[in-house]
């Protein structure tokens, strides 16, 4: 087990109701003006705007808004955040919506205090020193933005998307109603499930022993996001199975699923470059090269491979773990079928060429230099052989 800091601050407001709190938990910072960041406008139909903002009226909190924000966030958005804030003088940022809002207000968390530009934050020629206290009232459990410590913005120039991690960017609170949740379409909630599970897979992959607690809470937050996310294929409005995805995906990404293992992320680094191409869906994505990446990768550890397949997966454990762990990779691909995400990019809705396969590679490498994952370390010529294994 390796030595570990585990730092989760946000104060959590979780149940029914609880968006009425906004308002109070912004005084509590000591702040008066919020400025609140929303997406494309889910929030505005489902009236959970106007009820966070007459919670802030109460509160005595005044506001400015941002709305607008897409998924796969827009530095150009953060941009415009960044000097709204500053002709507005506002002092807190308040984020209603999911990874893609937070992400933003992250991104304009650090930006307002800064002189120079924002977009050096990602791209590692600068480190964030400052930021606005932010927190936020979250409306989709998958990105684990509420707890985590990272953003994820993309530039449009050159579709570019990266990421960026700052302890800065914690949020002050995190409100969690799982009712916030119902109104979710199918797609937005098996996206969810996915990213969910594989924020636990990004550090339950690792060649780390003697992480008996660490293993038994991630296996049992991938079945726990298992069987929810099947329960809500039928019944979307199943408060039991709301809520225990939504706790899921803040303690998929707050650090506990990290805590003495070494991280291995390559998935998300070659799915950054995928959603940052076509603009896909970051959990659907996912879902399409994960199962390429495990062939690839699994004769590194197959033990553990094998015992994901059993624990998690409820495969038999039979005498040899290359099969058991072939077996595991086959039922986590079962399962993405379940939910309607696919397996490879063919049916995530893409044919890539071999030109774009090269791109793709290159910018994962950073231009070739830096090399992913830790579990096995993948170079370029690696990252080309999983797109090519994923293409379908
Ligand atoms: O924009 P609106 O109209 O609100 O619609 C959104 C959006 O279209 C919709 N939605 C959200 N809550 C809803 C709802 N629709 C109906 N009812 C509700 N209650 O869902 C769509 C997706 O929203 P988005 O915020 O993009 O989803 P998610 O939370 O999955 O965030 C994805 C982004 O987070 C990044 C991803 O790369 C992607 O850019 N990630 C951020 C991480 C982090 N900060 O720690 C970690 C992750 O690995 C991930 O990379
Ligand atoms: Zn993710």
New binding site residues.
């Given amino acids: 087990m390796q030595n570990f800091v585990y730092y989760a601050p946000t104060k959590v407001v979780f149940g029914r109701d609880a968006e009425k709190k906004t308002g109070a938990l912004i005084r509590e910072q000591g702040c008066k003006k919020a400025m609140v960041v929303?997406?494309?406008?889910?929030?505005k139909r489902?009236g959970l705007l106007d009820r966070v903002l007459a919670s802030l009226d109460e509160s005595g909190v005044s506001h400015i808004e941002l709305g607008g924000?897409?998924?796969?966030?827009r530095l150009s958005k953060v941009r415009e955040g960044i000097g709204l804030v500053r002709r507005e003088k506002a002092d807190f940022l308040l984020s209603v919506?999911?990874?893609?809002?937070?992400?933003t207000a992250k991104a304009i968390g650090y930006g307002v205090p800064y002189e120079g530009d924002v977009w050096d934050f990602y791209t590692g020629k600068a480190t964030a020193q400052a930021s606005l206290p932010m927190g936020c009232v979250l409306?989709?459990a998958?990105?684990?933005?509420e707890m985590?410590n990272?953003?994820?913005i993309t530039n449009e120039d050159g579709g570019l998307?990266r990421?960026c991690k700052n302890d800065l960017s914690r949020q002050r609170f995190a409100v969690l109603n799982p009712e916030?949740?119902y109104?979710?379409?199918p797609y937005?909630t098996a996206?969810?499930a996915v990213?969910i599970m594989m924020?636990t897979m990004e550090r339950y992959f690792t060649t780390e022993k003697d992480l008996l607690l660490t293993d038994a809470l991630a296996e049992g937050l991938m079945r726990t996001v298992m069987e929810c996310a099947h329960t809500l294929r039928g019944d979307p409005e199943n408060y039991a199975a709301r809520a225990n995805m939504m706790w899921a995906s803040s303690l998929s990404?707050n650090g506990l699923m990290g805590c003495g293992t070494v991280e291995d992320w390559a998935s998300?680094q070659i799915e950054?470059e995928l959603?940052g191409m076509f603009d896909c869906s970051?959990?659907a994505g996912l879902a399409a090269i994960w199962a390429s990446w495990a062939r690839y990768v699994m004769d590194a550890d197959c033990a553990r491979f094998a015992r994901f397949a059993v624990n998690v997966m409820g495969v038999p454990r039979g005498a040899d773990d290359r099969a058991t762990a072939e077996r595991g990779i086959a039922a986590a691909e079962d399962f993405y079928r379940s939910i309607e995400m696919p397996t490879n990019i063919r049916e995530l809705g893409y044919e890539l060429s071999g030109e774009q396969i090269n791109e793709l590679a290159e910018k994962c490498t950073y231009y070739g230099t830096r090399t992913i994952g830790s579990f096995k370390k993948l170079g370029r010529e690696d990252i080309v052989k999983i797109y090519e294994m994923a293409r379908g």
């Fill in positions: 929303y997406g494309g406008g889910s929030v489902s924000v897409v998924p796969n966030p919506g999911g990874g893609s809002v937070i992400d409306t989709i998958a990105a684990g933005s985590s990272s953003s994820v998307k990421g916030l949740t109104s979710l379409p937005q996206n969810g990213d924020h990404h998300h950054h959603s970051h959990g």
